[in-house]
């Protein structure tokens, strides 16, 4: 018996100084890839008249999953170009900020990463380089995407922009007998989109695709819907930080636009709860003529819908023939403050070759929409060209006042449930509870986040 | 024979002793590295208000004042006993049952094993996703869903961990059923016992031992559960209250702090960690409380 244990010890024993060994070995790896990267970035300068930087390398953490595979190619392309190191990491989605916190704690953390909205300022400033007067502002062509804290301090600096609204389909609208030229307020789109829905036996398509509530699908409503309650609580006044609490005096509106979606749409709103309907496919195949989404989503559906354009968020407010797109970001860059000086200037160098480098911009532009820089390439985005349509034509952008939403993922999860329990049964009660979770929850959350 | 070979025996002790830390060394340095380093570090943190942990600043005990005065807490802490008790009775009996049936010798006995072992191959998070498309399916039919009603959550999740688990506490009373040593249930027949009296009086009290450990480790896997909350319910339905504050009515103990640790305050992360310091001692003190019980009861052959 003794022996056995002995034997068994021994075993264990073994094991773990193997796994000693592994755990030696790959940190002699680590230790023979930087001479790898020393030798090639000594090399370049001399095969390219590239600004590598002495010995700096980058490391981006991406937060838009859909965009990992261009960034990489870009990345692959700087680093053939120039020898320096450009390491790109995707978070997987809606895990961006619990990536942010471990990966900033490790030895080599980002030196490039997003702070997307005032929370996040908040949250990272101090983790920021000032961007003032940088080699990368000066490339800008508007300063309406930045982030700056309360001294002035640039921490974040946009690299592209966004708009969402509602993706229609004029074609399937056409055949329904109508046209966008009727849609130009909220009693417009009601009328078209009840129309279709009461046809859609007959039609073979319905007015609005599902709008599930699950995590891939609810933030359309939660996080963009939500929105234009907020923008016209401003009041013309934007937020630059965030209300303690919100009044929720336009909320009948997002009523109005939301009741809409769920009781003119191919799902029974009961269904909603769990999800699992593709809604980018609904609008693709031509079952739906609407589709509540962004910019983001003209690459997905232009080869099926190639007439796809996007119409503001009509919900029944005063005026509202001159909104137009909601438009804004949350794809801001900022430079790790406490990274080395070497790799801060890297990444400068890598960052202003991304907006100016033709081929580089190109890509990056397809794959983000636009990118707000004097020399980046040209927007070919559908969408977005319907947002410069409504600003040339003088109607007010929709700023993304939903930017500002407390403890964010707190907040949304509460409006889900609250909206569950409504699409289930939507009764008057079940509105209230929205409605506390929506104007309630907003001041309960903040109080969670400020005290 | 020890006292046969006291010389031998001493010498062999020395080198053990002294080579034995040599041998050791690997495993306990592993240890140390991979659990009692960051239980010391966790400790600490409880005690600071940091971000990142590399700067943490010490302001003592009122994480702990937080901890005890959140209501999500407490809601959590309940939720999570009721569904620890339920699904360590609801588990243990029918695993015994299942286990019990499959060793009187019916045909295919090891194929049933093997199929019943499976679910228990699959993570939670899959586990989590599938079934509450299984349930929905179900539920979608009563215009419901399990993310309506706290009850199908609670349901649900002990289904769900019935599934997953049964046939893995099943394997451990296989092999205790059959180490019940066969002269003895003879003899009980012989005796005249009756089918139930053997099965209460002999071969129940002869697998005690694996009831402790079964019963240990369902206790435990319930108050730790994470996965499987996360991925069914996430907490859903909430309790939306009079101003807006919140009770997740389906959150346990693990879920609350994970969603403390990442929530956007200041001081969240340091709240979080002395939750997770608390959650520590009551699933060990629980656990060892129910060992020492069981113990009590296991005979000796």
Same mark, same amino acid.
């Given at each position: ?80 170009? @120039? ?20 990966? $900033? ?107 599930? $509530? ?95 354009? $996007? ?35 890297? @990444? ?104 | ?37 960051? %239980? ?113 959550? %609670? ?105 403390? %640790? ?40």
């Amino acid at each position: 018996m003794k022996k056995k244990i002995v034997s068994t010890m021994l075993c264990v024993a073994m094991i773990s100084t193997m796994l000693a060994g592994c755990g030696g070995g790959s940190d002699n790896g680590g230790t023979a890839q930087a001479p790898a990267a020393d030798d090639s970035a000594a090399e370049a300068p001399a095969a390219d008249a590239a600004p590598a930087a002495g010995g700096g390398s980058v490391y981006w953490l991406n937060f838009k999953p859909e965009s990992d595979e261009v960034l990489q190619e870009v990345a692959a392309d700087y680093t053939a170009k @120039t020898g320096v190191e450009v390491k790109v990491v995707t978070a997987a989605s809606g895990t961006y900020s619990t990536t942010l916190l471990s990966e $900033m704690d490790k030895s080599a953390p980002p030196t490039l990463f997003v702070i997307g909205n005032q929370a996040g300022v908040k949250d990272w400033k101090d983790y920021a380089l000032d961007l003032n007067g940088t080699a990368i502002a000066n490339e800008l062509n508007t300063d309406a995407y930045n982030l700056y804290d309360e001294t002035g301090k640039l921490v974040s600096i946009g690299y592209c922009y966004e708009c969402y609204g509602i993706i229609a389909n004029p074609d399937l609208i056409e055949k329904a007998g109508h046209s966008m030229d009727e849609i130009k307020n909220f009693e417009g789109l009601k009328t078209v989109a009840e129309d279709i829905h009461a046809r859609a036996g007959e039609l073979g398509f319905d007015a609005f695709s599902s709008s599930d $509530m699950d995590d891939s699908s609810s933030w359309r409503f939660t996080g963009h819907m939500a929105n234009l309650e907020y923008y016209y609580e401003q009041e013309g006044t934007a937020w630059t930080e965030c209300p303690p609490t919100i009044s929720g005096k336009y909320l009948d509106n997002f009523k109005n636009l939301y009741d809409l979606c769920i009781n003119n749409s191919l799902t029974d709103p009961k269904e909603l709860a769990t999800g699992g309907h593709d809604a980018e496919n609904e609008f693709k195949t031509g079952q739906a003529a609407f589709f509540v989404n962004g910019s983001w989503e003209y690459e997905a559906v232009k080869a099926d819908v190639p007439n796809a354009t $996007m119409i503001p968020y009509y919900c029944g407010v005063a005026g509202e023939e001159k909104a137009g797109l909601n438009c804004g970001t949350e794809n801001c860059w900022a430079i790790n403050s406490k990274a080395s000086a070497e790799d801060q200037q890297a @990444t400068m160098d890598f960052m202003v070759w991304c907006v100016t480098d033709p081929d580089a911009s190109r890509k990056l532009v397809d794959t983000f929409g636009v990118m707000p820089y004097k020399s980046a390439a040209e927007s070919t985005n559908g969408f977005l060209a319907a947002a410069d349509k409504y600003t040339a034509d003088g109607c007010y952008v929709m700023n993304w006042a939903t930017n500002f939403q407390p403890n964010v993922d707190s907040y949304r999860a509460t409006l889900v449930s609250a909206l569950n329990q409504y699409n289930a049964d939507q009764s008057d009660a079940n509105w209230e509870t929205v409605r506390t979770a929506f104007v309630d929850g907003w001041a309960a959350e903040y109080n969670a986040v400020n005290n | 024979m020890k006292s046969k070979k006291i010389t031998a025996t001493n010498s062999l002790q020395k080198a053990t002793k002294r080579w034995g830390v040599l041998f050791m060394g690997p495993v306990l340095i592993a240890f140390i590295i991979g659990f009692v380093w960051p %239980f010391i570090q966790g400790i600490w943190l409880s005690m600071c208000q940091f971000r990142l942990i590399s700067d943490a600043k010490f302001i003592g005990f009122g994480n702990y004042v937080k901890t005890f005065q959140d209501a999500s807490f407490r809601h959590a802490f309940w939720y999570t006993a009721m569904f620890a008790i339920v699904s360590l009775v609801i588990i243990n009996v029918l695993a015994f049952i299942v286990a019990y049936i499959l060793t009187l010798g019916i045909k295919g006995s090891n194929l049933y094993r093997t199929v019943f072992f499976m679910p228990n191959l699959i993570g939670g998070i899959v586990l989590g996703y599938i079934w509450s498309m299984i349930f929905d399916g179900i539920l979608g039919r009563y215009q419901t869903s399990i993310l309506l009603e706290s009850k199908y959550g %609670f349901w649900g999740l002990i289904i769900l961990m019935c599934w997953q688990q049964i046939g893995y506490m099943m394997i451990i009373y296989v092999a205790g059923l059959q180490n019940v040593p066969g002269d003895i249930l003879e003899a009980a027949r012989i005796d005249g016992a009756t089918s139930m009296q053997t099965l209460f009086k002999v071969t129940i009290p002869n697998v005690m031992s694996s009831f402790t450990i079964c019963m240990f480790l369902s206790l435990t896997n319930g108050f730790k559960l994470f996965d499987q909350n996360l991925a069914l319910t996430g907490g859903q339905p909430f309790i939306i209250q009079p101003g807006g504050t919140t009770i997740k009515t389906t959150e346990m103990l693990a879920l609350n702090i994970y969603n403390t %640790f990442y929530s956007s305050n200041t001081t969240s992360q340091g709240v979080a960690q002395a939750k997770a310091v608390v959650f520590f001692i009551l699933v060990a003190g629980l656990g060892l409380l129910q060992l020492s019980y069981t113990r009590k009861r296991e005979v000796q052959q």
